[in-house]
């Protein structure tokens, strides 16, 4: 960095124009933009992207003006920037004088030189804004800029008075070997300096900001109108987006944050008394709401407190009311499934009460996306205690009934034999077909009793149902319970489906307790009824089926006899016996 000192007083002498009328007219164009960006760096942090813009913008100007012009000078009075001679930029208010920070800090002119950096260029801005600011302790300009090494900048100088001796001799600015000068402390001028500049009287009146009058020269209104619109697009989205962000937090979410943070800040007995009376509100919001998450946390800091004055008691009986469940309802049907397993969780945190509340949410969701879930968090919590949910097996509505028999069939095991068959009493077939669909996890031997019961209201599909469910292990009572079917008289007149199923269960689950009443099955009956015939080749089939020897013996009987429809009938049934 070039360094010149002016000893001499304050004011210029007149000098020579060095440079042309256009190359003055061009430093000022770019003077003007300086104080545009000083203006912008004022407003804005340092990595907005309107500063940046505008920093690189006066680089790029100022490179071009040296690739012009060359080397050029600016002088700063107390309130102009001039340029060899020529006004550039002068103060039309205190708050829009660019030459007065350099004027006071001593800095009476800048030298720029060809091939400077945008460093050296970013260190000249930084120091201005910086002794420019409410930072008092920053030094003077001189020494900012002597510090930030500006080599392709020359700066021209008054020294502090203690600087200046009458005996020695002046320093030659040319010389590299010369000695620096020490540099002046901030707001040291000198006597005739001071002496030059204008005194106020009690005539004058002092310049306000608002009594700049525009006239003729609007340039910087309108360079700061393009800089607002420059700025615009990118500080309303700005601008946007914090509100957004600032608005999509939920009232509930803010005060059980807030409450959070009080509570777990040392909070006296008193302090957690207040919070204990503001809580049940946030929660009952929440709740409200559909924001079982926040309600959750809510109820964590109410227990956290464990003040008396607060029941969960009474937090329950809320829950179980009408309007609150059509409320949850109405909440759980609509919401995802993330927020489902928020209100499970909620429930699980209730404990007892959670079951009931769940319960009653699904007897009246119309979801079946959110019935399917909670029935399987009440499978998996009434596991171990399905007696908990009988009383929901008289409850008036069949649809209710089913959805506990369905959940009583997932848990399984002897101990729901019982509760299903108390749902039988339900006279909805839909009940009926529920239990037996249910019954199929509960061992057949607790299952007997309630399967049997169940066939007496059937009908054709749930009855074939019932008997296939039964023929899965031989049983002599349930056994002649079924062939009593075939002795019925009505027998025959039984759907062409059951009486099939009657016949394959009689095979599957008879043995020799019932061979002689087959047998009398074989013989009877009309030889020439075809509903006969077709019964006899039937029951010819069973004791083939049953393959005890004495089974096998009545087939070779009756494959002896001198009744033809019974020889064949037989004859067939031991066919099926050989080929087997």
């Known amino acids: 960095m070039q360094v010149r000192s002016r000893p001499e007083a304050a004011g210029i002498p007149a000098e020579s124009r060095t440079l042309s009328d256009a190359a003055v007219k061009a430093v000022g164009v770019w003077v003007a933009q300086l104080g545009r960006t000083l203006k912008t760096c004022r407003l804005y942090d340092a990595s907005n992207p309107t500063v940046v813009k505008f920093r690189d913008e006066l680089f790029g100007a100022l490179q071009r003006l040296l690739g012009e012009h060359g080397t050029f000078t600016v002088r700063f009075l107390t309130d102009d920037v001039t340029c060899d001679g020529v006004s550039l930029h002068p103060a039309r208010s205190r708050e829009d004088n660019l030459a007065f920070v350099f004027h006071r800090d001593g800095v009476r002119g800048l030298t720029f030189e060809g091939g400077i950096l945008p460093a050296e260029l970013d260190r000249i801005i930084d120091s201005v804004l910086l002794v420019s600011g409410q930072n008092i302790e920053a030094d003077d300009l001189v020494t900012l800029l002597w510090e930030a090494d500006l080599r392709h900048v020359g700066i021209d100088y008054i020294p502090a008075e203690g600087d200046l001796g009458g005996a020695e001799a002046p320093v030659d600015?040319?010389?590299p070997n010369a000695a620096l000068l020490p540099w002046p402390a901030a707001g040291e001028i000198r006597a005739d300096e001071v002496a030059d500049e204008p005194?106020?009287?009690g005539?004058?009146?002092?310049?306000?900001?608002e009594d700049w009058l525009l006239g003729d020269l609007t340039i910087e209104v309108e360079a700061t109108f393009a800089e607002l619109d420059a700025m615009a697009p990118v500080e309303v989205e700005r601008f946007g987006r914090e509100y957004r962000a600032e608005h999509d937090v939920p009232a509930v979410a803010a005060a059980i944050a807030i409450a959070h943070a009080c509570m777990h800040a040392n909070a006296s007995p008193e302090d957690k008394q207040e919070m204990v009376q503001f809580l049940p509100r946030v929660l009952r919001a929440a709740l409200t709401s559909g924001r079982w998450a926040d309600a959750s946390d809510a109820l964590r800091l109410l227990r956290e407190a464990a003040d008396r004055s607060w029941s969960e008691e009474s937090l329950a009986q809320e829950l179980m009311q009408p309007v609150s469940i059509a409320r949850t309802v109405e909440h759980i049907d609509r919401q995802e499934l993330p927020q489902l397993g928020d209100f499970i969780a909620l429930s699980a945190t209730l404990g007892e009460p959670g079951i009931d509340w769940i319960t009653l949410v699904l007897c009246d969701s119309q979801r079946q996306e959110a019935?399917?879930?909670?029935?399987?968090v009440l499978a998996q919590r009434c596991r171990d205690n399905p007696e908990r949910l009988a009383a929901w097996l008289s409850d008036p509505r069949w649809y209710v009934?089913?959805?506990i028999v369905t959940i009583l069939g997932w848990i399984g095991g002897p101990a729901v034999a019982g509760l299903l068959q108390t749902a039988l009493r339900n006279p909805d077939a839909r009940v009926h077909a529920a239990v037996v669909a249910a019954i199929g996890n509960v061992d057949l031997k607790h299952a007997r009793p309630v399967l049997i019961r169940a066939i007496d209201a059937a009908d054709s599909k749930l009855f074939a149902q019932i008997l296939q469910t039964l023929s899965t292990a031989r049983d002599p009572a349930?056994?002649?319970?079924v062939f009593a079917f075939v002795q019925q008289e009505r027998f025959f007149s039984r759907p062409t489906d059951e009486r099939r199923a009657i016949y394959a269960a009689v095979a599957s689950i008879g043995g020799d307790e019932l061979v002689p009443e087959l047998e009398n099955e074989l013989l009877k009956g009309n030889w020439f009824d075809r509903e006969q015939e077709i019964h006899?080749?039937?029951i010819a089939r069973c004791l083939a089926m049953i393959g005890t020897p004495f089974a096998l013996t009545v087939l070779h009987r009756g494959a002896a006899s001198k009744r033809e429809p019974v020889r064949?009938?037989?004859?067939?049934a031991l066919a099926i016996v050989e080929t087997a």
């Open 173 to 175: 600015s040319n010389d």
């Open 199 to 201: 005194v106020a009287t």
């Open 203 to 209: 005539n004058d009146h002092e310049e306000r900001s």
């Open 371 to 376: 019935r399917i879930a909670l029935a399987e």
């Open 401 to 403: 009934v089913r959805n």
């Open 478 to 481: 349930t056994a002649r319970f």
């Open 536 to 538: 006899r080749h039937a």
């Open 568 to 572: 064949q009938a037989c004859n067939t």
